[in-house]
RNA sequence: GGUCUCGUAGUAUAACGGUUAGUACAUCGGGUUUUCAUCCCGACAACGCGGGUUCGACUCCCGCCGAGAUCACCA
């Protein structure tokens, strides 16, 4: 039984730096015949909060097709799954501690405390509470902070990415478990919800691999079995060493779905940063990313986030979703990435458009940029086609010769398919003598006024013939 | 400062004592009758440093250096 969860707290968005502790947890669980994920709200932190900041969350997670078995809106048998709706099971598990005598509540106020911790760092030593635990301490009462009494020893425990781990009594202290207002902190309330919650695997950033020795003599002081302890690398910023975070403007993940970047590509990016199946492959599904999955080929290092790299996976994905599962099926993708232009052009025409244009694409907004020539008539720009490097050599007046004799030709052609107009473009450069450089070149710039489009006798049939040839004939008369 | 962790090309990684140190992205060059892209071919480019152990070390051990994390009534 192998029981993993996801366990954010709402305070904005999800950015790419800590979604990979959704993603693993998941593919773990998905990866077990009777695996369950859970989704839990860590909203004890009532300070941080942020409004909507769940569904968001919730949002992000069905997205890239992460599903949890328990949690909000699911629900579940170990609910509730916000944490401010579990007070009292926090309260019974501390009441636990208080009358075995290992935890107190503290009476010091936050002024004493912060004097204390000046002291230490005046004379260079490291501050522990528990060196200045009071003597006397008062019954636990609400409005009182309560404050865990370590019984500092060695600690050593296995980590199923970073290996065998350990540390000495000096990073044990006498953490707070329930704040003065009430609710828990992290430190205690996690460990309290994955025992009730029956998490096999705590999987998490490996920011807590420091406080985890805190966290084991809670689970010995509470009786509890220690779950399976897996510390996830850190996401580097693209630039500096510090580990991904808001301030390096990392984008929310919801972020790139509206920059056209499909979940299925940042669902492989993410899981193959930080981790390999050992294979070269490079390109997984969400299936054969959950069958392969091992928590022992996780990387123990961090890795830095390569937006270059996920923008050549989208384009994979783009074109794997296009030739495997049909064009329809990367078209209903593109709803919202049309440019304005193409508001009441029909699905069929669009579709047309998009199955020249799809191995081009690096994101579906680039749709937006990229295909508005095919929805409504360029504005013409003389100076592109008489800059253009393989156009600045001829004259205008041959320029205009070349055009006209270019619609004479295709004025008569009939059927007008991609197969014939290439036989016309063919026979044209026969005629004329011209580099395909340069008579499509001029074509091209002419119909599109675009920096780039797809090859020639593929974009004409899509525009039509009507359409292809009043273009020409616009540009000839204006040069 | 204490404690802990990490260290293969610019980036992500493979190697689990014996390889010309492999692959992908990026970069640069070339090819596929225009451009851009796709696709194909090629090039550049790495074991942080120093000691051991060993016939042999990227792989094991030690030291150093470098980088990061953490020391909250935040998670």
């Known amino acids: ?238 630039q500096g060493n510090k580990k991904l975070g808001k301030r390096d403007g990392a984008k929310s993940v919801t972020e790139y779905r509206d920059d056209g970047i499909l979940p299925e590509a940042m669902l492989n990016y993410l899981a193959c940063l930080g981790w390999n199946d050992g294979t070269e492959q490079e390109i997984y599904t969400k299936d054969e990313l959950t069958n392969r999955f091992s928590l022992d080929r996780i990387q123990s290092s961090g890795a830095r986030y390569d937006e270059t790299k996920l923008l050549w996976m989208n384009g994979q994905w783009l074109r794997r979703i296009y030739d495997t599962d049909g064009p329809e099926a990367l078209f209903s993708r593109t709803t919202g990435f049309w440019p304005e232009s193409a508001a009441d052009v029909s699905d069929e025409y669009k579709l047309k458009v998009l199955s020249i244009i799809y191995d081009r694409l690096k994101t579906l907004s680039d749709l937006r940029t990229m295909t508005d020539y095919f929805f409504k008539d360029p504005v013409i720009d003389l100076e592109m086609l008489l800059q253009n490097k393989f156009l600045k050599k001829l004259s205008e007046s041959e320029l205009e010769d070349l055009l006209k004799r270019t619609i004479a030709k295709l004025a008569d052609l009939e059927s007008w398919t991609a197969d014939s107009l290439q036989e016309v473009l063919n026979a044209l450069l026969a005629e004329t003598g011209k580099k395909p450089a340069e008579l499509f070149s001029l074509i091209r710039i002419a119909l599109s006024f675009a920096p780039f489009s797809p090859a020639l006798n593929l974009t004409m049939e899509v525009l039509g013939k009507e359409t292809s040839l009043a273009r020409l004939n616009a540009v000839a008369s204006s040069i």
């Open 1 to 238: 039984m192998i029981v993993t969860r996801f366990a954010p707290s709402p305070t904005g968005y999800i950015h790419i730096g800590n979604v990979r502790s959704a993603i693993y947890p998941y593919l773990l669980a998905r990866q077990a015949k009777d695996g369950k994920m859970i989704l839990r709200i860590e909203d004890t932190d009532r300070a941080r909060y942020v409004e909507g900041a769940t569904e968001l969350i919730e949002d992000t997670l069905e997205w890239l097709g992460l599903n949890w078995d328990e949690g909000p809106i699911v629900g579940g048998p170990n609910g509730p799954y916000f944490q401010s709706e579990r007070q009292d099971i926090y309260l019974q598990w501390a009441q636990k501690l208080v009358a075995a005598g290992r935890a107190y509540a503290d009476p010091t106020p936050p002024e004493q405390i912060d004097e204390y911790r000046k002291q230490c760092s005046q004379n260079k030593v490291p501050f522990l509470y528990r060196n200045f635990r009071p003597e006397q301490t008062p019954e636990w009462q609400p409005g009182m902070p309560l404050r865990f009494k370590a019984e500092p020893k060695n600690y050593t425990w296995h980590d199923e990415v970073m290996g065998d781990l350990s540390a000495g009594p000096e990073v044990q202290d006498d953490i707070i478990l329930i704040k003065k207002d009430g609710f828990p902190t992290y430190n205690f309330a996690h460990i309290v919800d994955d025992a009730e919650m029956g998490v096999t695997h705590v999987m998490r950033g490996a920011e807590y691999i420091s406080s985890t020795p805190n966290y084991l003599a809670l689970y010995d002081a509470l009786g509890l079995e220690r779950p399976k302890l897996v510390s996830l690398p850190h996401i580097l910023a693209p």
